[in-house]
């Protein structure tokens, strides 16, 4: 596939942490990254502009709620999503898959695919692993997820054995309905918190050799313990040649145990649903804006951080936005939280080329090198 390649430019020598990048068709995607969450083909109060002086270099759209409304009709009428939305970078679409999970009490599954009732007019949609592929055609992305089934936790082991045999067998589907040359189709790996299913369900999805491979199934109510075990295990079973993404993470040490491990991609909506609730991410902290001791409190947000919330205003004035329901506070703070993310992606990777990362990374409490991009 000569629109998407995959390289990695240097690596940790006391951890499986790599720096590369991604190649595709709308531009280049520097490894480990950070990838904010646009849902409906908007990252929710924030522009296409306003977006890329974060630093994001991918963004993730949903096939499932974009099929919903307007349609990937409307969309690829407009040029593909990248037009629609007006972000020229990449974007990688989710499958729908995670809504099998997020909407349970609204679908119901067999071998064929997942029949929903649709939560904005409670008709019934049925979503199959063709359908899903013909969508994300559709849309345009650079990189499509294959349909899979996401099971919940806790489920017995007969549970996610069976929701295992789906996802491969759904990936098989996928990979045959897919037909848009210039769009990579990655696979996912389930299994829940059984090893040996983790296990075969790597060797599986790494068998169809595709340009990408992610740990789905976390994040879905295990133990955090659980979450870092199903990293540190399934990672070494994956091809080492192929961006490893995974799904659904956000936070900054399980991202850094995850880099530790080999991951190169994330995404999350933490960072826009705290903006949206008036909560900072502050130095791996969150700080509530609405509260009273940031009345008369005139240093910006983060010094350190070159965002529009801490380079144009202060503390007192975002507080004052969000104490009186101002739009423009909740903005801010989704700014600010998608620029501290990928500014901690972006110390990670400065990082592992310095020779200074570890597993438990933290560069707010750091003496080395990789302390002044943060």
């Known amino acids: ?23 595709t068709p709308n531009g280049i995607v520097n490894t480990p990254r950070f990838m904010p969450v646009g849902t409906l083909g908007t990252v929710k109060g924030v522009t296409s502009k306003q977006l890329e002086k974060t630093g994001a270099e991918m963004i993730l759209a949903n096939t499932f709620h974009l099929h919903l409304q307007p349609g990937e009709k409307i969309v690829q009428g407009a040029g593909g999503l990248h037009e629609f939305m007006g ?84 990936l098989e589907r996928c990979v045959n309905a897919h037909s848009k040359a210039d769009q990579a189709v990655f696979g996912i790996v389930q299994g829940g918190c059984f090893p040996h299913l983790r296990e075969l369900s790597a060797k599986i999805v790494s068998g169809f050799d595709l340009p990408g491979i992610a740990i789905g199934g976390v994040s879905v109510g295990e133990p955090i313990n659980q979450m870092h075990k199903i990293v540190r295990e399934t990672c070494p079973l ?5 961006p490893r993404y995974l799904m659904g993470i956000g936070t900054l040490r399980e991202m850094a145990i995850a880099v530790a491990n080999g991951v190169d991609l994330f995404d999350c909506v933490i960072p826009t649903r705290l903006g949206r ?8 902290g969150t700080w509530n ?23 144009c205003y202060t503390r007192a004035y975002i507080h004052h936005l969000i104490r009186n329901k101002e739009l423009l506070g909740l903005t801010l703070l989704s700014l600010h939280n ?6 901690f992606t972006g110390a990670m990777r400065q990082a592992i080329q310095e020779g200074c990362f570890s597993e438990d990374f933290a560069p707010w409490q750091s003496d080395s090198k990789a ?4």
Request: net charge neutral; with cysteine; charged share 25%.
């Open 1 to 23: 596939m000569p629109f998407f390649e995959f390289q990695i430019k240097s690596r940790c020598k006391s951890t499986l942490a790599r720096v590369g990048y991604i190649k």
């Open 87 to 170: 972000w020229n970078k990449p974007i990688l679409t989710d499958s729908g898959g995670y809504q099998v999970f997020s909407l349970a009490k609204l679908n119901k599954i067999d071998a064929v695919g997942v029949s929903f009732q649709n939560p904005r007019d409670g008709k019934q949609i049925f979503l199959t692993p063709e359908k899903a592929i013909e969508i994300q055609m559709d849309l345009g992305s650079d990189i499509a997820m294959a349909f899979d089934q996401c099971p919940p936790y806790p489920a017995s082991e007969a549970e996610v054995e069976e929701a295992c045999k789906r996802t491969h067998h759904w």
């Open 238 to 242: 994956l091809p080492e040649d192929r």
């Open 338 to 343: 998608l620029t501290h993310l990928i500014r």
């Open 289 to 311: 804006l609405r509260n009273s001791r940031f009345r008369d409190d005139y240093k910006p947000l983060d010094s350190s951080c070159s965002c529009e919330a801490c380079t």
């Open 277 to 284: 609730h008036g909560t900072a991410l502050i130095n791996g």
């Open 371 to 374: 302390h002044h991009t943060w």
